[in-house]
C-alpha cells in the first residue's frame, strides 16, 4: 500500500486476555520493525523482521509478547494474558533497506488494559 | 548502550522566526533519523542522515558524525510545525531515541 497500515486503531482489552495487532507495510518493504511509546517518551524497539525472519527480538519484555511475519509482508504483534502496564501506543515501522534506510511509520494501535 | 541527548527541551517561538534542534550521541552510529511527531501523535520521517547535510523545503540536517552530532534547521516556521522532534540513533537497525524537542510555534 501508499502507507504503513496499522489495525485496530484503538484497542480496549481487559486484563488477561489476548490480543493481536496487526502491520501492513509499504509495498516491497523488506524491513519491518516494531516499537512501543509511553506517554511523553520517544518509541522503544521491540523487534525487527528482515523479511520473513525475526532477526531481533530483544526488545520484547517477556515472553507474552511475541510477533511473526510468515510471508514477509504482513506482521502481527500478540500478546497474551495482557496485564496493565502493557497498555501504550504500539508502533510499526518499514524500510526498503535492510536494516537501514528511512522509516515509515504507522499511526499506531492504541492498546489499552483494563 | 548509546546515549542520545537532545536540546533544547522546550522551544516556542513566534511564526516567521527559525530555529536550530541539536542531537549529540555518545557513540558511532551508521543510522541517523529526524522525527517530527505532530499534536495528532502521527511520526513522520524528516531526514535519514547518518552524515552529511540534506535539505528539504524550509527544514535542512547536518550530522558531523566524527563529533557525534546532529542539527535540525527550521526557517521561517509555520504553526503546523509544532509537535515534538526525535532525533534517533543506531548502529545498524535498532533506533535509540532521544527524548526529543517540544517545539510550540505562536500565530
Known amino acids: 500500500g501508499a502507507g504503513v497500515s496499522q489495525s485496530p486503531r484503538y484497542k480496549v482489552t481487559k486484563r488477561g486476555q489476548d490480543v493481536a495487532l496487526r502491520c501492513d507495510p509499504i509495498s516491497g518493504h523488506v524491513s519491518l520493525y516494531w516499537y512501543r511509546q509511553a506517554l511523553g517518551q520517544g518509541p522503544e524497539f521491540l523487534t525487527y523482521?528482515?523479511?520473513?525472519?525475526?532477526?531481533?527480538k530483544s526488545g520484547l519484555p517477556n515472553d507474552r509478547f511475541s510477533a511473526e511475519r510468515p510471508e514477509g509482508s504482513i506482521s502481527t504483534l500478540t500478546i497474551q494474558r495482557t496485564e496493565q502496564r502493557d497498555s501504550a501506543m504500539y508502533r510499526c515501522?518499514?524500510?526498503?533497506?535492510?536494516?537501514?534506510?528511512?522509516?515509515?511509520f504507522g499511526s499506531g494501535t492504541r492498546l489499552t488494559v483494563v | 548502550g548509546i546515549q542520545v541527548e537532545q536540546s533544547p527541551p522546550d522551544l516556542i517561538l513566534q511564526e516567521g522566526a527559525n530555529s536550530t534542534l541539536r542531537c549529540n550521541f555518545s557513540d558511532s552510529v551508521n543510522n541517523l533519523q529526524w522525527f517530527h511527531q505532530n499534536p495528532w501523535g502521527q511520526l513522520i520521517n524528516l531526514f535519514y542522515?547518518?552524515?552529511?547535510?540534506k535539505q528539504n523545503g524550509r527544514l535542512s540536517a547536518t550530522t558531523v558524525a566524527t563529533e557525534r552530532y546532529s542539527l535540525l534547521y527550521i526557517s521561517s516556521s509555520q504553526t503546523t510545525d509544532s509537535g515534538v522532534y526525535f532525533c534517533?540513533?543506531?548502529?545498524?537497525?535498532?533506533?535509540?531515541w532521544g527524548a526529543g524537542t517540544k517545539l510550540i510555534i505562536k500565530p
Open positions: 523482521f528482515n523479511y520473513e525472519a525475526q532477526q531481533d
Open positions: 534517533a540513533v543506531g548502529s545498524n537497525y535498532q533506533l535509540i
Open positions: 542522515i547518518p552524515s552529511g547535510t
Open positions: 515501522a518499514s524500510s526498503s533497506g535492510t536494516g537501514a534506510g528511512g522509516y515509515t
